[in-house]
């Protein structure tokens, strides 16, 4: 309500005037509706599901202990399942640079509130791309932090091995700002581990052999990505890389078991209310009722061989930059087709955090729709910070407007 942010401003106020350093004052965002903040229903835009908390995550006591107001709670795909932002009763969230196309999910209402410039930040999550593929469509930054480096103590698990809070800027220098807020350990949940900041120097830049990079026929991204690696090229030295086994691992998150762990955060529900699920998110999570242990077994095992194949990489290139996203598609497109033309958004994304790596999603120029195209830079685990550098330097030669 309008009255509690003023009172809410009015605190910070009172904190500054008694001497508080607050890196954050008065500083307005907003939070995707699968974090809890205390006093807000979080619905994971299932008003079946809905519930309101005692307590805020854990990212948004820090937040708020910073001097910044939350504003409210954004739309998403329901349950964090999608890469479009159209799977949720509550509408779908625009691009807001082109009403007719989609704002990329699942954390579509944070990234277009910060795109509309109605927050100065938003957070999101990330699982399979959620906080990266919405960046790249709306020309912002989006930090996707390793994994346990932000709690994830209250956030509705789409996948809890995987599960990445994340935030959609303007700029590095806010993503910078939030993540020195935000980032710590919290032994309150189990997956939050000790912070970390690895060096990297961008010398050798990996990126996918001609042959295996997938526009979809979107001849403008292909243009926009070449022009991004001519950019590159000023700052390291570009090699081509085998995607193949990075593609292979990608396919486990959504052809292999881990849909089942999708499965095992809407068991209760599936059960009991099935009927209240998003019929596409429906389909998908359903899936992993099928899963048997053996398979999920055999899944772990080729993961690790894959993840073993993946950190040798980092022996020979010292940053992989690759597009956010091949393409991007209409609303109308999308509910149309809404699972194959999901999976194309994923093609570049869904690696990341099965293989425990950082990524940095960067604007990279305009389609002439007005939507943004984008590339993420990647790193090993811990290479957050150094990301953040790597991208400056990026910018600073693209030529964008």
């Known amino acids: 309500e309008p009255d509690d942010v003023i009172a809410a401003a009015r605190a910070v106020d ?11 004052a008065g500083v307005p965002f907003a939070a995707k509706d699968n974090i809890d903040v205390a006093g807000l229903e979080t619905t994971a835009a299932c008003p079946a599901f809905a519930y309101r908390p005692e307590a805020s995550a854990s990212v948004i006591e820090r937040l708020l202990a910073a001097g910044a107001i939350c504003m409210g709670k954004t739309n998403l795909d329901q349950f964090a399942t999608g890469l479009n932002g159209t799977r949720s009763p509550y509408g779908a969230p625009r691009n807001a640079y082109n009403l007719s196309y989609v704002s990329g999910g699942s954390s579509s209402g944070s990234a277009s509130a910060t795109a509309a410039g109605l927050v100065a930040f938003a957070l999101g999550t990330d699982t399979a791309g959620s906080g990266r593929v919405p960046a790249a469509f ?61 060096p990297l120097a961008p010398r050798t830049i990996g990126v996918p052999r001609r042959d295996q990079r997938l526009f979809f026929g979107d001849l403008e991204s292909e243009y926009l990505y070449d022009r991004a690696l001519e950019e590159l090229a000023g700052l390291g030295t570009l090699v081509e890389i085998d995607y193949a086994p990075l593609q292979e691992a990608a396919q486990l998150l959504y052809g292999g078991p881990w849909v089942a762990e999708r499965t095992a955060s809407l068991a209760d529900m599936l059960a009991s209310n099935p ?45 992989m930059v690759f597009p956010t996203t091949g393409t991007t598609y209409r609303v109308a497109e999308l509910r149309a087709a809404p699972i194959a033309l999901n999976s194309a958004l994923g093609a570049y ?18 389609r002439a729709n007005g939507t943004g195209f984008g590339i993420t830079l990647i790193g090993p685990a811990d290479t957050d910070l150094a990301l953040l550098d790597a991208a400056d330097a990026y910018l600073s030669v693209a030529d964008l407007p």
């Not at 009172?14 to 954050?24: K, M, Q, Y």
């Not at 899944?299 to 993946?310: D, F, M, P, T």
């Open 14 to 24: 009172a904190r500054v005037a008694a001497g508080e350093t607050l890196p954050l």
């Open 138 to 198: 709306q020309h912002l930054i989006g930090f996707k932090p390793s994994k346990g480096r932000w709690s994830n103590r209250g956030l509705v698990p789409a996948c809890r091995t995987l599960d990445c809070i994340t935030v959609f800027t303007d700029d590095t220098s806010d993503a910078r700002l939030i993540d020195g807020v935000v980032a710590g350990f919290d032994a309150a949940d189990a997956y939050s581990k000790p912070l970390a900041d690895r």
């Open 349 to 366: 994304t869904n690696f990341v955090n099965l293989l425990d790596m950082a990524a940095l999603a960067v604007p990279a120029g305009t």
């Open 275 to 319: 009927d209240a699920i998003d019929p596409t998110v429906r389909e998908i999570v359903s899936e992993g009722l099928e899963t048997r242990a053996v398979d999920l077994f055999n899944g772990i095992y080729r993961l690790a061989e894959l993840k073993r194949h993946a950190d040798t990489l980092w022996e020979s290139i010292d940053m």
